[in-house]
């Protein structure tokens, strides 16, 4: 009989299955990881929603491909290695880069993997199934990076959406004198003002409208929070910048009002980093980019060497942790957590396990 584990496994929008799944069988260069735990990240609750950016129009544009584990947001114990992989052995903890770099495209090539034309993810496609099982094969040319001793399942979990949002601060270049604003804190977000205070700007405002957020996102490092049902953003960010403007905004909702609000409470030259996958297309006087501030719009996809640092910083303390999960669920109970993860007003991130 084959072998098998236990798996959620995506068919089709709405159609996520707890069921047996064959065992991952490695190939040279290969690690198999026991899975510790997996966060529920915002793309997979929108995959299984139908979200167009993973299912498209049609087959021809579909980026998921199914039946596939989802889950990017995992950790586990190395439990078998096919080959030489050097730096990892049996018995670590080890967590692997979301995306699973081809390896010869030319943004591989020129060292810009995170970039990969093959724009491969955990959890989406076939030949990268996720940590929504009990085990997940480690491919080949995966980024993958030994955990310390020391780090809780949360931090482990978390060190993937942390990475996320330090990139997202590394493209906006963040100086002393900036005031940098921080739209959306949920974990990433709230981590964001964290990491953004470590590098002493002179103020972090952070926008959120759940009261609960907001008071998290303080103690991580926010100086403000505004509440955009509640005041004006755009006059509030002028009065506390002598009517200037911010000089960084970092979009983290994915809403796209806040897109539109990034570019009208931005200074003259300042950055606008998208960061959060928007869930509708953005109206915006595109003039305000040009003729009117000279902005600079900055992208920011997946996250690029920075999973050493985020480690690092956890281990030194000086990436805080607590309180991001908010809630932990067992693998058979995936409906229950992504219910939480979206309805549940104190959930924050949210993980499975096996
Ligand atoms: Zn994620
Ligand atoms: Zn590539």
């Known amino acids: 009989m084959e072998k098998t584990m236990k798996a ?49 129009t049609s087959e021809a544009d579909r980026y998921m491909e ?11 114990e190395v439990v078998d290695i096919k080959g030489e992989v050097p730096g990892i052995a049996i018995g670590d903890d080890v967590c692997a880069e979301q995306v699973v770099p081809c390896g010869h495209c030319h943004f591989c090539r020129t060292g810009k993997y995170w970039m990969c034309q093959r724009s491969a993810v955990f959890g989406f496609k076939k030949y ?12 080949k040319t995966s980024l993958k990076h030994v955990l310390p001793k020391s780090f809780t399942k949360e931090q482990s979990v978390l060190v993937e959406p942390i990475a996320c949002g330090m990139h997202a601060l590394e493209q906006a270049n963040i100086q002393h004198d900036d005031v940098v604003v921080i739209a959306g804190l949920g974990a990433i977000g709230t981590s964001m003002c964290n990491i953004a ?48 403007g911010c000089d960084v905004y970092v979009e983290a909702s994915g809403s796209p009002k806040s897109a539109v609000q990034g570019l009208n409470c931005l ?88």
Request: proline content about 6%; hydrophobic content about 40%.
């Open 8 to 56: 959620v496994v995506t068919y089709a929008p709405g159609d996520n299955r707890y069921e047996d799944f064959p065992f991952p069988e490695l190939e040279d260069g290969e690690v198999l990881l026991k899975v510790k735990g997996c966060g529920i990240c915002a793309g997979d609750l929108k995959a299984f929603h139908g979200g167009i950016r993973v299912w498209g």
């Open 267 to 354: 200074r003259n030259h300042g950055r606008y980093v998208q960061m959060g996958v928007l869930s509708d297309l953005v109206t915006a006087d595109w003039n305000t980019i040009g003729d009117g501030k000279e902005l600079t719009i900055i992208g920011s996809h997946l996250s690029a060497k920075v999973y050493p640092a985020v480690i690092r910083g956890i281990e030194k303390g000086l990436i805080r942790t607590d309180g991001l999960i908010s809630h932990c669920f067992k693998l058979q109970d995936w409906a229950k957590a992504y219910e939480t993860a979206e309805k549940d007003p104190t959930a924050v991130k949210i993980m499975l396990e096996p």
């Open 197 to 244: 205070n470590l590098k002493m700007p002179k103020l972090v405002i952070g926008l959120e409208v759940r009261e609960e957020r907001a008071r998290r996102a303080r103690e991580y490092g926010a100086d403000i929070v505004l509440n955009p049902v509640e005041c004006n953003v755009v006059e509030e960010i002028m009065k506390l910048t002598d009517g200037l």
């Open 66 to 76: 199914p039946p596939c584990i989802p889950g990017h947001e995992f950790y586990g």
């Open 128 to 139: 990268a199934n996720g940590g929504f099982a009990e085990y997940v094969k480690l491919p």
